[in-house]
């Protein structure tokens, strides 16, 4: 088992910049694939980004590409994701995933753990 907490959203203005937390208890994160998901006011919760756990290789939806960075810290059990640049459309309850399967996984369904969320808003 799994439990995710994140932390570290708020409001801020456009242009700026937030970094989100997701801490695990439970069992270690490197065997796992963690991912971060969005959800705005009336629309489907969507992937951001995401660690491979197999290679650590990180990959994004395009719409935050250039702009948004997930790293993971396996000692400390955290992953984190650095959101820089940040647009209204940016604003959404952000969520925290783990999946134990390996592979570049996108989809809702592929994840097994899920954190409570974290609302960041951005200003115009």
């Known amino acids: 088992q799994v439990q995710l907490v994140e932390s570290g959203g708020g409001l801020v203005q456009a242009g700026g910049s937030l970094r989100l937390s997701c801490a695990a208890s439970?069992?270690?994160?490197?065997?796992?694939?963690m991912a971060w998901f969005r959800q705005a006011p009336g629309k489907e919760r969507e992937f951001v980004a995401a660690?491979?756990?197999?290679?650590?290789?990180?990959y994004y939806v395009d719409s935050v590409k250039g702009r948004f960075t997930m790293s993971r810290d396996n000692a400390k059990k955290a992953v984190y994701l650095q959101m820089n640049s940040l647009k209204p459309e940016d604003t959404a309850v952000y969520y925290c995933?783990?999946?134990?399967?390996?592979?570049?996984?996108?989809?809702?369904?592929?994840?097994?753990?899920w954190g409570q969320g974290t609302q960041v808003t951005v200003s115009s």
């Open positions: 995933a783990a999946s134990a399967s390996a592979g570049y996984l996108r989809m809702r369904f592929e994840y097994d753990y």
């Open positions: 439970g069992r270690s994160l490197s065997s796992y694939s």
């Open positions: 660690i491979n756990w197999s290679d650590g290789n990180t």
